[in-house]
């Protein structure tokens, strides 16, 4: 290795650690002691994922913690590009996936609280596909066979991944396969046409028996449409992004704002790092047809902030109110007869922590959030008032424990 490379290399990784400046920055950052943090153990969240970057693992990475009203750690780490060597900035876009989860079901309690429905209707009341849903029984013995589902599917079975659908991509059952037959989330079918399909199809479990993530949010989504009349992306955008502030959240990137738009990078099982989906090539760049609720969105941190600060203030933000508190409250509430993982249960749209012990975490009991299939995570604490995000754009989910690490460096940041 000749000197000028060695020296070319140590330029390279310190770009790759050194946090990129912000072109735009809508929650500004106040100093970690005025709400109860300490700087110097904050610190400890770049120490701890900034090898990710060094190591190449993943190409670049951010972090936030808001508290007590405040945001005291927002950093950037490396590249939105390894490509053009476009570094990551504050006002990146990331595909959040999942995290349009608990947009959407809020987005459904709002009509839910105008007196559209009750939580307990049946979906099918709304959405007649689902009429006469089977369930696919193997307990019987000799072959598989349908049987009548024994209640309804309700629309809380939806908010809770309880309603027997399924993903299709997860598993590898004969309903999976059906799913991945026909290419349920395939973006050349509108989400009215998908739904229909689904409702065709038969459930994995019955309704109200096994939490089983899935679709459902994608058919809640559907019945966002049906209920208020409008798409989805036009209720999004009318009824909660431009109350709330949110210019930069989306089901599609314009031409404008491609620059700003991460890669999507692929871990090998060395650890080598490929292109997923590059910008330009992007199902997110071009028209979108498909309106997934369950998984369609791109945003930014500092719009996801206002979005998870609604939540935290019990569903207002500087005047603006979407919900009622007590409806946050029952949304944040765990509606599963158990849990669905160790110290884990799940309320309408995002997972709870219901036992620290068994979560086997730093946190408190309550805190609650989600995550994103290109490993974007967030949680929102009501009894610390805090909020915290750590992004970056690579698959598989869960490559890398960065969602854990991330959360114990939080927590034991706080001081007071």
């Known amino acids: 290795m000749t ?3 060695r020296l070319l290399l140590v330029c390279s990784i310190l770009f790759l650690l050194t946090p990129a400046p912000a072109e735009a920055q809508l929650a500004p950052t106040a100093e970690p002691a005025t709400a109860g943090m300490s700087a110097e153990r904050l610190s400890r969240i770049s120490e701890t994922l900034s090898p990710y970057v060094a190591d190449e693992k993943i190409a670049g990475l951010m972090t936030m913690v808001y508290r007590k009203g405040e945001v005291v750690h927002h950093e950037t780490y ?9 570094p990551m900035t504050k006002n990146t876009l990331f595909r959040i996936y999942s995290m349009t989860k608990p947009i959407t079901t809020v987005a459904a309690l709002m009509l839910y609280e105008e007196g559209h429905f009750q939580l307990d209707d049946p979906v099918a009341q709304y959405l007649p596909a689902f009429k006469d849903v089977t369930v696919y029984d193997t307990t019987a013995g000799g072959q598989p066979t349908e049987v009548p589902a024994r209640r309804p599917i309700t629309i809380r079975d939806l908010m809770t991944h309880t309603s027997g659908l399924t993903y299709g991509v997860f598993g590898n059952t004969p309903v999976d396969s059906m799913y991945t037959e026909i290419g349920i989330l395939d973006n050349d079918r509108t989400l009215a046409a998908a739904v229909d399909t689904l409702g065709t199809l038969p459930l994995l479990h ?8 899935s679709v459902s949010t994608d058919v ?6 049906v209920v208020s009349g409008k798409t989805l992306d036009t209720f ?10 949110m210019d930069d959240t989306m089901f599609e990137v314009p031409a404008s704002e491609m620059g700003r738009f991460a890669t999507n990078y692929a871990a090998g099982s060395d650890g080598s790092l490929t292109v997923q989906d590059r910008k330009q090539d992007s199902e997110f760049a071009a028209p979108v047809t498909f309106l997934s609720g369950g998984g369609g969105l791109v945003s930014t941190m500092d719009d ?8 935290l203030n019990e569903g207002a933000i500087d005047g603006t109110r979407l919900l009622s508190p007590k409806t946050v409250d029952l949304m944040t509430q765990n509606h599963l007869d158990g849990t669905y993982e160790p110290g884990w249960g799940f309320g309408l749209g995002v997972q709870v922590c219901t036992d620290l012990a068994q979560a086997q975490t730093l946190g408190s009991e309550g805190m609650y959030g989600w995550s994103g299939a290109a490993n974007t995570f967030f949680f929102i604490d009501p009894k610390e008032e805090l909020i915290g995000m750590v992004w970056t754009q690579l698959f598989p989910h869960g490559r890398y424990p960065i969602g854990p690490q991330f959360r114990v460096g939080v927590y034991q940041a706080i001081v007071e």
């Open 78 to 86: 490396g590249q939105r590009d390894r490509q053009t060597n476009a």
């Open 220 to 225: 809640l989504g559907r019945l966002v449409e």
């Open 304 to 311: 996801y902030l206002r979005f998870a600060r609604m939540l």
């Open 236 to 245: 999004f955008r009318t009824r909660i992004f431009e109350p709330l502030g």
């Open 206 to 213: 019955q309704p109200g028996e096994t939490w089983h993530y």
């Open 3 to 5: 000197s000028s490379f």
